[in-house]
C-alpha cells in the first residue's frame, strides 16, 4: 500500500497501472434529509467532497485520484423520518493518515457546511485506532486511583466565580471531608495570573488533602485549564508539580486535537467539558449526533470522563441523548478503555435512585447545587448523598492508589520559580577560588531518598531566573567517590565535561569523559554520572526547561 | 478595578462593602425563538450560566457574586420573526482575562448547547481587543507583497489528492506564469509525513519562484498546515525558511486559539478555511450567526483571509451570509487591521463582473474548477479570467514587496535536518589536538554578506543530529582578531566560556568573558563576540532548537 497520497513523477507511470488497492475503511454514517430522488446525488457530492473535490468526471479520468473518493455502501431510509435516510460511505483510512486533524476533516470538513446532514456515527477500523491513546485512566484507573469500587462516583464543581480562595478550599474540603470522590473548579472559574492560579489551586488542592489526610480516602481535585495554548502546559505542569492527579478540560474551546496531544504526553486524568459543542449537537438535523460528539470522539481525544447535561436539567438533552453518550463510552472501541459518562445537573437527593438504575455503577453524578443547597453542612449534605447511592450498589471501598503522588522531586525554589520576570544581560563570573558562579547560590541536589546520590553539588545557571530561554543550564561537581542518583526521565542531558574525568553510565553503555568532551542521554535511558578518579569531576548539564521528573530505573 | 475573580480571604470583607464598580462591557445579541412571556427568563438564565452559574438567590446575597452576573440591556422583537427575540446582555470584560478560550465560553459556552439561542453579534471593547494582533498583513499588507492595487485578488487551490507532485508544481507554475495573484495547497491535500511534505512544499514554492523570476510579479504559494498540533509549529517552520509568507490554516479543526497563537507569533500571512465550522453557522436559529464566526472571529485570531463558500455555488450560503462576513472582515474593529474575504465557488469567467459589483475591489476570488476546466492551458485559463477582473477596475501594479524573502541565513544542511531519526546515547570524544570532536565536521559560520564575520569556525555539536532536545549546542573558536557577526533575533543565547578570554557586547554593555564564566543574551538585543586577545577565544553557544533567523542590528 502506497503511504504517499501525493505520487512521485517515478511512480507515476506504474501507479496508474497499479492502482485501486484494497482499501482499510473509516466508514461515516450521515443523515441526509432530502427528496428520495435526490439521495442518490447527495450522497456522491459528499463521497467526492470529502476528498478529491473535483468533478467526477475528472477524477473518473484518473485512477490514481478515483481511488481516493468515498465508496457509498448503502443508502436507507430511516423508519419514521419523512424525506431521511442514512447513508453509509467508507474513506480509504490513508486519508487520515492517522491524525486527528485530517480525520476531522475527512469525516465531515466541507459538509459540516451542507444544510440537511448530519455525521451520525463512524466506524473506525484498528489501524486507525492504533494511532490514539484514548483514556489513559479510564473506568478502571480512575477507580484504583480512589479505591471506590461497585458504585457510581460522586462529584461536585467548586463556585461562583466571586467567592475568596478560602473560601473555595473550604468548600472543596468539606466535599473531601464528606467523602465525595471528585471536586472540580466551575469551568467559569479561572484566574487573572498565573500566580493567581498558584495560589488558587495549592489551597484547593491542601484541602482535599487535609481531608485525605483525615479520612484515608483519596478525593481528587481537577483545576481547569481554561487558558491560551500557550500556557496550557505550564499551568497543567504546575497543577501536576503539586500531586494534582487531573484536570479539567474544554475540547471545543482548546481545540479537540489540543486536548488529544495534552493527553497524550501527560500522565493526567482528562475530564471533558461539553462547553461551546453545541454548535455541532443540538439541531439533529445538521451536526454531529451527540453521543458520537461527547462519547467516541472525547474517548479518541484521551478524555477519562466526558460531562453532559443531564436529562431533565436546565438543558434541552434528551435521555436518548444521555444513552447514546454512556454507549460510546463505554462500547468496545479497539484498544481504547472504556471512558466515565458524567451527567450534569437534574440530580437530586430524590431521584438517585433513578439515576443509579439509568447510568448503572460506571457513572459520575456531577451535582453542583443540589448538593450545595441540600443543608447547611456541604460535609453533611455529601455523605446523604452517597448514602444514597451507595443503598443502590454493593459499594467496595479499597486502598488507594495514590503511588504516583509520593514520587520524589523537591519543588523549584521560589527564585527557581518559572514566573520570574524576564532578564537583560546576565554576566555570571565564576570564580576559581570558590568554584562557584556570582549571584548563584549553590544548590542542594535533589534530596530524595528512593534516588540515593553521594557527594554531588549543583549550581542552577541559566533558566530558572527569568531567562527566555528553552532549555536550563547547571553545573555539576561531584567529589571522588561521588556519585548522581540512578535514574531515568523523558528529557534529555547534554553533558559537557569541563574539569576532571568522569564515568557515565546510559543502561549497560559506559563512556568515560575527559576535558570538553559532550555527550548524549536519549529520552528514558537509565543513566548514572560517577567520579571514579581522584580528582573533582565537573561538567555543565543542559536539560529542557519545561521537563518530567525523575523516576527510579 | 479589581483584577482577581477569587478574591483574597483579607480582602473580602472589604470587597462586600466597595465591589459593584463600574464595568467595560462586552456586549453580546442574541437571537432567542420562545414565547414572548417567557423571553425575560430565557435572558436571565443566559445571564446567569454564563458568568455565576448558581440560583439567582444564592448571587443575589453576596454582592461579590452579583457583580459578575451578565447585565440584560435590552430585549426587542425581531421584525417578521415569530417568537424572535433579539437580547443585548453585557458582561464585564475582566470575565474573559483578556484571554480568547476564556472569552469564547463566555459569550457562547454552556449557552450553546440550549435550543433556540443564537450568538448573533458581539461588541468588543477596546480594553479587550487590544490583546488581539488581529490580522498581520491584513488588506493593506498583503496588497504590498504583491505589488497589486485597485483590483480583487485571484487565487486558486492545488488539487486533487493523487497527482504527483511535479503535476501539483506544474499547475503552481502555470498559475503564477498566467498572473495569479495566490495559489494555495487544497485543504484536503496533506502528506504521510515531513518529509513528503518538505519535498511537495518546496517543489510547489519552486514552481512558483520560478514563474515570478520570469514574471517579475510575486505569486505567492500558500501550503496547507493540517496536521496535529504538535507539529503546527515545525511544518510552519519549514515553510517559512523556504521563504514561503503565509500558510492555510483551518481554525475549527486545528482550534481558534491555536492559529491565534500562530499567527501572533510568526511573521506569516493567514489564509483561513472554514472546513468543519458548520456546525456552528448553519442552521440560523442555533450557533453563530456566519458573518460573526467566519468574518469577526477569523479576523480577532489573526486571520488575513477568510474563505467561505460564495451563494450561489455547491453549498447554501446565502447573498447575506456573504455580505456579512465581507462586512465583519472590513468595518473597523478596533486597532485590528481590515482582512480578505475570499469567496470560493460558484464564480465563472461570465459572472466576474458580477462578483466584483457584489464584494468590490478588496476581496479574493478563489476559483478551483471553473479555472481549470476554461481551458487547455491554466495559463491562458488564469490570463483571461484576470483580464476579464481587471476590465472592471483601475488596476496598479507596483514593484512587490520582497524584502523578506532575501533575508539572509544559509539553510540548515542536509545532516541538521530536524527530520533525523532520534539517537541513543552519543559521546563526543574531543580531540585537544584538533579542537574538533569526533564525528562532528566543522562548520563553516554563517556565509551571509550582509552580517559579517571575522575568523570563527562554529562546531554543532548537540540539537542537529537527531537528538531529542529543546536546545543545540554547538562551540565557537574566535581567533585573535575575529568577531561574529553583529545582529539580534528574537531566541536567546547561552553562553560558556572555556578557553582564553573574550568580549561579549550586548547594546552598549560590554563583559569580559574569561574561563568557566557563564553569560545569557536576552531577545532581541544587538550583540557581538569578539577576541580582542591574543590568544583564541573558545565558547560553547546554546540556543532553542526552534529559533527565528539573525537580523541586521
Redesign the interface.
Known amino acids: 500500500m502506497n ?7 517515478a ?2 507511470a506504474e501507479a496508474t497501472a497499479s492502482v485501486t488497492p484494497e482499501m482499510t475503511p473509516i466508514t461515516a454514517v450521515y443523515r441526509i434529509r432530502c427528496a428520495p430522488n435526490a439521495v442518490e446525488q447527495v450522497c456522491q ?1 459528499i463521497a467526492y ?7 467526477p468526471a ?2 473518473e479520468a ?1 485512477d ?5 473518493v468515498g465508496r457509498i455502501d448503502s443508502i436507507q431510509p430511516i423508519p419514521g423520518v419523512p424525506d431521511g435516510f442514512e447513508a453509509r460511505i467508507s474513506y480509504d483510512h ?2 487520515a ?1 492517522g ?4 480525520l ?3 469525516l ?8 440537511n446532514v448530519s455525521l451520525s456515527d463512524v466506524d473506525f477500523p484498528e489501524e486507525l485506532l492504533r494511532n490514539f491513546r484514548g483514556p489513559q485512566f479510564g473506568v478502571e484507573g480512575l477507580r484504583r486511583l480512589l479505591g471506590v469500587h461497585g458504585r457510581p462516583l460522586l462529584a461536585t464543581a467548586l ?10 478550599a473550604a468548600l472543596a474540603h468539606e466535599f473531601a471531608l464528606g467523602g465525595g470522590d471528585l471536586v472540580k473548579d ?8 498565573f500566580g ?1 492560579f498558584q495560589e ?1 489551586i495549592a489551597r484547593c488542592h491542601e484541602g482535599v488533602c487535609r481531608a485525605n489526610a483525615q479520612t484515608g480516602r483519596n478525593t481528587l481535585y481537577l483545576p481547569n485549564l ?5 500556557q496550557l502546559e505550564r499551568y497543567l505542569k504546575y497543577a501536576l508539580s503539586l500531586g494534582i492527579r487531573g484536570v479539567l478540560v ?1 475540547p471545543f ?6 486536548i ?2 495534552l493527553a497524550e ?1 501527560y500522565s493526567t486524568l482528562v475530564m471533558a467539558h ?10 439533529p ?4 449526533e451527540t453521543g458520537l460528539l461527547l462519547g467516541k470522539l472525547f474517548r479518541l481525544i484521551g478524555a477519562d470522563i466526558s460531562i453532559f ?1 443531564n436529562y431533565g436539567g ?4 434528551s435521555q436518548a441523548d444521555c444513552q447514546s453518550i454512556t454507549r460510546h463510552l463505554r462500547t468496545p472501541l479497539g484498544q481504547l478503555s472504556a471512558a466515565w459518562p458524567a451527567p450534569a445537573g437534574g440530580m437530586r437527593i430524590d431521584n438517585l435512585p433513578q439515576m443509579s438504575r439509568q447510568y448503572g455503577a460506571d457513572a459520575i453524578f456531577l451535582i ?2 443540589a448538593l ?2 441540600h443543608s447547611g453542612s456541604l460535609k453533611n449534605s455529601t455523605r446523604e448523598f452517597l448514602k444514597r447511592i451507595e443503598s443502590q450498589f454493593s459499594t467496595r471501598l479499597v486502598e488507594p492508589d495514590t503511588g504516583f503522588a509520593s514520587a520524589c522531586e523537591v519543588p523549584r525554589s521560589a527564585a527557581a520559580s518559572t514566573n520570574a520576570s ?9 570564580s ?1 577560588a570558590t568554584g562557584a ?1 556570582e549571584g548563584r547560590p549553590i544548590a542542594a541536589y535533589k534530596a530524595c531518598q528512593s534516588l540515593p546520590f553521594r557527594d554531588v553539588v549543583r549550581h542552577e ?3 530558572p531566573f527569568g ?5 536550563d ?1 547547571r553545573y555539576f561537581a561531584i567529589a571522588p567517590g561521588g556519585f548522581s542518583s540512578l535514574e531515568k526521565h523523558a528529557h ?1 542531558h ?1 553533558v ?1 565535561c ?1 574539569r576532571g574525568q568522569g564515568t ?1 553510565a ?2 549497560d ?1 559506559i ?1 568515560q ?11 528514558m ?1 537509565v543513566h548514572q554520572l560517577r567520579n571514579e578518579s581522584t580528582e573533582p569531576f565537573g561538567f ?1 548539564c ?1 536539560v ?3 521537563r518530567d521528573r525523575p523516576q527510579a530505573p
Open positions: 503511504p504517499t497520497l501525493a505520487t512521485d513523477t511512480d507515476s457530492n467532497e470529502q476528498t478529491v473535490e473535483v468533478p475528472l477524477a484518473d490514481r485520484i478515483r481511488r481516493w490513508l486519508l493518515g491524525q486527528l486533524p485530517q476531522l476533516n475527512l465531515f470538513g466541507n459538509t459540516s457546511l451542507q444544510k463556585k461562583p466565580v466571586g467567592l475568596s480562595i478560602p473560601e473555595l466551575d469551568h467559569n472559574l479561572h484566574d487573572a495570573t493567581a488558587r481554561m487558558v491560551p495554548v500557550e474544554s474551546i482548546a481545540g479537540l486535537d489540543v488529544r496531544s504526553r461539553p462547553t461551546f459543542a453545541g454548535g455541532y449537537c443540538v439541531e438535523k445538521q451536526g454531529i447535561p436546565r438543558f434541552s438533552f453542583g447545587g450545595l443547597s524576564p532578564v537583560v544581560l546576565t554576566h555570571l563570573s565564576h576559581p558562579w545557571l541559566i533558566g531567562e527566555q530561554t528553552d532549555f543550564l534529555t547534554a559537557i569541563v557515565l546510559v543502561g553503555e563512556v569523559l575527559k576535558a570538553m568532551d559532550v555527550a548524549y542521554v536519549p529520552p535511558h555543565f543542559i529542557d526547561h519545561e
